[in-house]
């Protein structure tokens, strides 16, 4: 039996394989290095599949001048939309960090293989929970879905408009600390308030040393509440998917 290729579709696969693994080795979920590389280019290989249909590679195919400048091209451009994913989602583990900072836990800081980032347990916690939910929710496929979009907007070979780009990583940086800011703002405002009252405590009764108590306060405190933000963070993952599909839209307009 023989079996046919046609060398203009392989170099359209190719190519679109290329934004799809950039894309893929970047942003989450598949971005965390627990996922063996196998895994990795196989589900780049499976996605990029149906995209490979909806490009157009010129008949007889592209020249290796060509090839090797729209790899170059392709390349860039899955690693733009997936930084500006990353950076979306980058708001989970700072809101873990403003968690670890406030509370104290922060001085048990380590270094954490899978997500690649130096966080104490609540930064931890987060990015390994963020991880587990998005695969559970399914909220990678609209970020596949928005991958796909992009092969519509930029053609094989061509660069996304680089101030679209800057004003979305931009956006995607300034939106960042404001998502962190509010997944972690309840849990922080106990914490104040129990400083406060040991502050309080200490001036009535300074012969308590209530600031001794401060610490495993603290502890209790964030334990407590901690699991009322980590409950939330479901729908505050749902904000971020969102959020960073409108920032792949931003650059494809």
């Given amino acids: 039996m023989d079996v046919t290729l046609d060398p203009a579709w392989l170099q359209a696969y190719l190519l679109v394989l290329l934004r799809t693994t950039l894309f893929i080795a970047i942003a989450p979920p598949f971005s965390n290095s627990s996922f063996p590389w196998r895994i990795k280019g196989l589900v780049a290989l499976g996605v990029a599949l149906p995209f490979a249909g909806r490009v157009d590679v010129p008949d007889g195919g592209l020249d290796t001048g ?13 690693a733009v939309l997936g930084v500006l994913v990353m950076v979306a989602f980058a708001a989970v ?15 048990a800081t380590v270094y954490d ?29 609209p970020l596949f879905l928005g991958l796909g979009t992009s092969f519509d907007a930029i053609a094989l070979g061509e660069l996304p408009d680089m101030s679209s780009a800057s004003a979305a990583v931009a956006a995607a940086f ?13 849990l922080i405002a106990v ?23 401060g610490f495993p306060l603290k502890i209790l405190v964030t334990l407590a509440f901690g699991g009322m933000v980590f409950a939330a963070l479901p729908m505050a993952l749902d904000q971020l998917t969102d959020s960073a599909v409108e920032l792949i839209q931003q650059v494809l307009r």
């Fill in 93 to 107: 583990a700072s809101a873990g960090s403003l968690i670890d900072l406030a509370s104290g836990f922060q001085m």
């Fill in 174 to 186: 300034t939106g960042m600390f404001a998502a962190a800011a509010q997944i972690a703002a309840p």
């Fill in 66 to 78: 060509a090839l090797l400048a729209a790899g170059t091209a392709e390349a860039a451009t899955g």
């Fill in 191 to 213: 914490l104040f308030l129990a400083d406060v009252g040991l502050g309080l405590l200490t001036r009535v009764a300074p012969t308590l040393n209530a600031f001794s108590l």
């Fill in 113 to 141: 293989p899978g997500s690649m980032v130096n966080g104490a347990q609540f930064t931890r916690l987060f990015q390994n929970g963020m991880i587990a939910m998005m695969l559970a929710s399914g909220a990678h496929i």
